[in-house]
């Protein structure tokens, strides 16, 4: 059996069902090339060839040159660098306090508007309770008892035609 290779199945041998570590042989699995071995004798696997690198290729001269010109920074790339860093500073600085503006201008506004509905509501109140408290009955009989005031006649009412607009000015004299 020491010269088989075959499967194993838990650790057993099939024949005698004695453990291979007692008889100082053990199961191993290897994965070589996405195939496994299995069994009691297994190939040692050649770890030379595996650690050693794959050999580089050679680049050529004009290759080498770039790749140094493209690590190296010279004094115009580095202030060319500098000052794009500071425009995009200044750019973005500028930006912040836009936004904040912004910010600001928007709840000045909301402020505004509450302020706004406030008074409307306050000069809503305040109209219903003007309106509320006359008495038009009153005013009509101290209009006509006291000041002989009166109801329009037929023949006492003009009309003026207007543009549209909600109101008529008088430039004469209205005719008798």
């Known amino acids: 059996m020491a010269g088989t290779t ?44 595996k650690m050693e690198a794959p050999p580089r290729k050679k680049i050529s001269n004009s290759t080498r040159k770039n790749r140094e010109k493209a690590f190296y920074m010279n004094l115009p790339y580095v202030m060319f660098l500098a000052a794009a860093l500071f425009i995009m500073g200044v750019v973005l600085s500028r930006y912040i306090q836009l936004q904040s503006d912004i910010t600001r201008t928007v709840e000045h506004i909301s402020k505004l508007e509450s302020e706004l509905n406030d008074l409307k509501l306050s000069n809503d109140e305040e109209y219903s309770r003007i309106t509320s408290s006359i008495d038009l009955e009153e005013i009509r009989r101290i209009a006509i008892g006291e000041l002989g005031m009166g109801y329009a ?24």
């Not at 100082?24 to 696997?45: E, F, M, N, P, S």
């Not at 009412?157 to 008798?176: E, K, L």
């Open 6 to 49: 075959g499967r194993v199945q838990a650790g057993r041998s099939a024949g005698t069902g004695s453990r291979h570590a007692a008889q100082g042989r053990t199961q191993q699995r290897v994965r070589h090339d996405a195939q496994y071995i299995q069994g009691d004798v297994v190939r040692k696997l050649d770890v030379q060839r």
């Open 153 to 176: 006649k037929e023949g006492q009412i003009i009309g003026y035609s207007t543009d549209g607009s909600d109101y008529v000015r008088q430039f004469s004299d209205i005719p008798d």
